[in-house]
């Protein structure tokens, strides 16, 4: 199954990115496109996403003009790219921060990212799960494995599965999703959290949490 770190890779390959001492950023010629770009949308120019192959269905009209030009970009190139893993390499593309977050206590089948690119992407997809997590904690280390075999092999549809070291943002995880420490599971829906776990869940919680998430009707929450 591809995931969204394959994506990234697939994009390393073909040009998209580049890998420099710093991490990963975008390559020359495609900022240009997408500097472009976001001019052209930004300014109205609609036919900036015709050739898109289908709609952008998980960005609002109103989404950052340069958000749109990156996701655009990317489905117009890589077809074979899903829209969730396109808006997550655009968010990851269009970052303020863009050093690599750390990721040594993601989960498998979690995109690690930084606090800020989770309120974005938490705020443009319908359901997310966000693991915040901490270096030297046994309760993190105890529910990854769960978290893991609930996301690693076969992950749920429709759900996306974010990772954020939480010292690295505390003040932000605080006043956006009252987070005041690690290990903390949310469950979101629409952008508001819908239901979290505080320490350690076992698997059978975590899958009846996320079974609750995507039975939940989006427009009628």
Known sequence: MTTAID????????GVFEVTSSGL???REFSETVSDRSTTIAEGGDDALADLPDPPDALPADADPELLAAYATLRGRHPSVSSTQALVTAVLLTSSNPGQPPASG????????HGEDAVRLVDL???????????DCRPCEAIRPNLSEVFGA?????????S???????????????????P?????LEGTVDARFVGVAETDALEREIDT???RSVSSS
Not at 107 to 112: A, L, M, T, Y
Not at 125 to 132: E, I
Not at 184 to 188: D, E, N
Request: one cysteine or more; proline letters at 9%; charged letters at 20%.
């Open 164 to 182: 954020v070291y939480g010292p690295d943002c505390a003040t932000l995880l605080d006043a956006e999703y009252d987070v005041v420490g690690g």
């Open 125 to 135: 997809c319908d359901r997310c799960v966000v693991y915040v997590w901490r270096q």
């Open 213 to 215: 998430l995507r039975e």
């Open 7 to 14: 994506t990234v890779d697939e994009l390393v390959t073909s």
């Open 154 to 162: 076969d992950p749920p549809d429709g759900v996306l599965a974010l």
């Open 106 to 113: 993601a989960p498998k089948g979690f995109v690690p990212v």
């Open 25 to 27: 950023v975008p390559s």
């Open 184 to 188: 903390t599971t949310l469950f979101t």
